[in-house]
Structure formats: C-alpha cells, structure tokens
T-cell receptor, first 112, second 112 residues
C-alpha cells in the first residue's frame, strides 16, 4: 500500500502562470486535506475534501485557489495566475473517516 | 480559535543529551495531540499520537506527555543522536475530525 503520493515534487512557474498540484491518497482513504507551508512558517490548513465534495475550504485564499477531488483520479490543488507569494511547500494528507491523517512528501512551488 | 505554540523555536545540543520540546495549545478541548518530524525538503513523519484520555505515549527513545487541563504537551528525546536533527511539529485537530492546527515547530540540531 503506497503512501500518499504527491506530484510533482518540485514545480517552477513564472508569475501569471497556472500551477496544478496533484495528490493521490492512500488506498481506502476517502478524505483529503491540503496544507501550505510558507517559508519559515508552520503548516496552515487550506481545504478538506471528500470524493466530489468540498467539506471545509476555510483556509483557502478567496481568489485564484481552487481544489477538487473527483470520483476518479487524484485530488488537484489549482493556483491560477501565480504570484511570488504563492511560493511555498504544499502538503497533502489523507485519512479514512475520522482517523489521523497520513502526509505526502509535498510539492515545492517556486514562482519566478 | 485554537492556537498552538512551540518553544523553543530552535535548539542545538551535543550528542547524547536528553532534551525536552514544548508545545502549548489555547483550547483544552482537544481529541488528541500528534507530534511529527519534518526533515529539510521532506514531508512529515508521524512520531506519536496521544489520545485525549491518555497522559503519555512512548516509542523508543521518544516519550510524549499530555496535560489537557494546562494546555501543554512535551516531547522528551533521550540520548539524542545526530540523526535526530530535524524540525519537530506538534498538532491538534481543529475539531473531532482530521484537520490539524500546527505549531511553528522546533528546529533541533544534534551536534556530533
């Protein structure tokens, strides 16, 4: 049973481009969480999804950021028109219902 | 709103020392508390999970304690080794689910 898989591990985008981060949860996990870690800061919760539903997006910036977890395929965190301040490590975690989450290795986004 | 604080922010010790990392949280109504390890450029590894009904958990040279009433947890590392060098994060669930609020971490360096 592979762990939580995130890709790409590193992503470089120019200002104004779109970034798409993918997360494949562990087998049997139907809950996905996205966190962001800005340089020199702790992890901050962004969004919680179950299959085809956004449960809690209270940590998502109001503009340019969106997330989905389709019935088939990985969860996607999408950042439109990236800016330098979006440079961070983005972590995905998954869990079965109501249990402690398992984290992926993260995607490190650099905006140049 | 739950806030998690970790002290110290950074710690440097010689190999072999026993050390204590501190974590405090503002809302004592937690379901559990989890300690993670994060290596540079890597993901999070769960070290110990303490349920709210427990006072401590042990794994090898690691011992974590929890005092809900005072809003504190400590992570004790015995006989530290250079391989213990990493950032240690504590986290508590936002509610009964799996979304977590993280502290900013303690960056530990164990010198040979």
């Amino acid at each position: 049973n592979a762990g939580v898989m995130q890709n790409p591990r590193h992503l470089v985008r120019r200002r104004g481009q779109e970034a798409r981060l993918r997360c494949s949860p562990m087998k049997g996990h139907s809950h996905v969480y996205w966190y962001r870690q800005l340089p020199e800061e702790g992890l901050k919760f962004m969004v919680y999804l179950q299959k085809e539903n956004i449960i809690d997006e209270s940590g998502m910036p109001k503009e340019r950021f969106s997330a989905e977890f389709p019935k088939e395929g990985p969860s996607i965190l999408r950042i439109q028109q990236v800016v330098r301040g979006d440079s961070a490590a983005y972590f995905c975690a998954s869990s079965p219902s109501g249990r402690e989450p398992f984290f992926g290795q993260g995607t490190r986004l650099t905006v140049v | 709103k739950q806030e998690v604080t970790q002290i110290p922010a950074a710690l440097s010790v010689p190999e072999g020392e026993n050390l204590v990392l501190n974590c405090s949280f503002t809302d004592s109504a937690i379901y559990n508390l989890q300690w993670f390890r994060q290596d540079p450029g890597k993901g999070l590894t769960s070290l110990l999970l303490i349920q709210s009904s427990q006072r401590e958990q042990t794994s090898g040279r690691l011992n974590a304690s929890l005092d809900k009433s005072s809003g504190r947890s400590t992570l004790y590392i015995a006989a530290s080794q250079p391989g213990d060098s990493a950032t240690y994060l504590c986290a508590v669930p936002i509610d009964s689910g799996s979304r977590l609020t993280f502290g900013e971490g303690t960056q530990l360096t164990v010198n040979p």
